[in-house]
């Protein structure tokens, strides 16, 4: 299977998304997720899916070691509301939501607000962002921080909105489909290294894992992900040291809206530069994917960080976060 995908803000044309519809991941059929000897689990996202990345690192910090935060924002920013994600770095609200992840770790809706302190997190903006305000992703990292995170924050590259990697497809200013900017560096290096400590560079030749397919209806609620707007298939990478039984590092890598392999095919996970580093430091990378839906409203594919699939979306049982988690424990065992 070849490998390549993300996105998160309307800008397309319709005949680019015609077009991009038509996409699909190619080669291996869907399957049940293999149990691995996993020893670590961190997540990271793009937009819709930095927010969701945020949401499960939070809600479930026991179990994430880490997180990557890409062109998104604090913890429960949308309140509610699709909207809130441009006005939650009002002054006030940061505290707002600050009070309300203690009261929910007090309540035990989601894992203890102390699991955070000393987690490494990766938060990534481009000054040339014209969807996520630099103060909105400013108050994601003072979030954190707040709570004892060990952040490191990319926020110099003149990027507009989207994945930066070294093997993107567009300028690294640019705000477009399918929203894969290179502006001369390796985020996902530094990404690693601020999780792990150091990695070894990456394979810059013909992959050594297999990317596959598996059915994601088996770790939904109600075993229909299509009605959580989660795609029925997802994607997982697996270096064959993996497969072979070694212990390796769990990541969940979440595309971002208008990124799913429904409209991109694998070009998220070619591009992304995870893959690469996945074959030279025993990683595996889970890719959940969601998908455009009229019921739920959701029709740029987005995950869920504003509650389209019920107001419960930011804290423990939130229906993607429990299928994601129920993937996760999965391959772990």
Not at 117 to 138: F, I, M, Q, R
Request: glycine share 12%; charged share 10%; aromatic share 8%.
């Amino acid at each position: 299977m070849t490998h390549r995908g993300f996105g998160h803000i309307a800008v397309a044309t319709a005949a680019a998304l015609a077009t991009l519809c038509l996409a699909a991941p190619a080669g291996a059929s869907s399957s049940a997720l293999p149990r691995l000897d996993i020893t670590g689990v961190y997540v990271a996202g793009v937009s819709s899916g930095g927010f969701m990345a945020t949401q499960l690192q939070v809600a479930y910090s026991a179990t994430f070691d880490g997180a990557g935060v890409i062109a998104a924002g604090p913890y429960d920013c949308g309140q509610g509301n699709v909207i809130e994600f441009a006005t939650c770095d009002i002054g006030a609200s940061l505290p707002t939501l600050e009070q309300q992840a203690v009261t929910w770790s007090n309540e035990g809706r989601i894992d203890p607000v102390s699991d955070l302190a000393g987690k490494p997190v990766y938060v990534y903006h481009g000054t040339a962002d014209p969807v996520v305000n630099a103060l909105v992703s400013a108050s994601g990292v003072d979030f954190y921080q707040h709570f004892g995170a060990n952040v490191e924050y990319h926020n110099s590259d003149p990027a507009g909105h989207g994945w930066p990697t070294p093997d993107g497809v567009l300028p690294c200013s640019l705000t477009s489909l399918p929203f894969l900017i290179n502006c001369g560096d390796d985020p996902e290096g530094e990404m690693l290294t601020q999780w792990l400590g150091s990695v070894n560079p990456p394979n810059t030749g013909t992959p050594k894992g297999t990317l596959s397919s598996f059915d994601q209806d088996p770790y939904a609620p109600g075993g229909n992900a299509p009605a959580l707007s989660m795609d029925k298939d997802g994607l997982l990478y697996t270096p064959p040291t993996c497969a072979s039984g070694a212990p390796c590092t769990l990541v969940v890598a979440l595309h971002g809206c208008l990124g799913g392999t429904y409209l991109l095919g694998d070009e998220f996970p070619e591009v992304a530069n995870l893959d690469t580093y996945a074959d030279t430091n025993h990683l595996v990378i889970l890719y959940p994917q969601a998908i455009a839906s009229v019921i739920p409203v959701n029709p740029e594919g987005c995950w869920d960080w504003w509650g389209y699939d019920g107001p419960n979306f930011a804290v423990k049982g939130a229906p993607q976060m429990v299928t994601i988690m129920n993937m996760v424990h999965a391959l772990s065992g």
